[in-house]
């Protein structure tokens, strides 16, 4: 089995920048399809950022693009997401996701992750 942590949530200001980990675990190697996705309050979850099994390969939605950096630590077993020039409308619980350890097509579906972590809450004031 696989397990997903996220962690670096919190509450800031516009303007401001957080960074999430991700540490997975588990019977694994760590070096899954990692993704971002969040869920904001009333509406669909929806696709932040994926990168691929190496790291040399990422993604973004065009609400993050030039604001978000995703990058992993593979040695760690940990991915990252750090955000910059948060605003009010990235509030969102954003949840880490990975597909299987064998792999390597990355996806912006939800339902092509297999594993997930529970999340962690970023609050954005404005």
């Known amino acids: 089995q696989v397990q997903l942590v996220e962690s670096g949530g919190g509450l800031v200001q516009a303007g401001d920048s957080l960074r999430l980990s991700c540490t997975i675990s588990?019977?694994?190697?760590?070096?899954?399809?990692t993704a971002w996705f969040r869920r904001a309050p009333g509406k669909e979850r929806e696709f932040v950022s994926a990168?691929?099994?190496?790291?040399?390969?990422?993604y973004y939605s065009d609400s993050v693009q030039g604001r978000f950096t995703i990058s992993r630590d593979n040695s760690a077993n940990t991915v990252y997401l750090t955000m910059n020039s948060l605003k009010p409308e990235d509030t969102a619980v954003y949840y880490c996701?990975?597909?299987?350890?064998?792999?390597?097509?990355?996806?912006?579906?939800?339902?092509?992750?297999?594993?997930w972590g529970r999340g962690t809450q970023v609050t954005v004031s404005s």
């Open positions: 996701a990975a597909r299987g350890g064998a792999i390597t097509i990355v996806h912006k579906t939800s339902a092509s992750y297999s594993y």
């Open positions: 588990g019977r694994t190697s760590g070096r899954h399809v």
């Open positions: 990168i691929s099994r190496d790291g040399d390969n990422t």
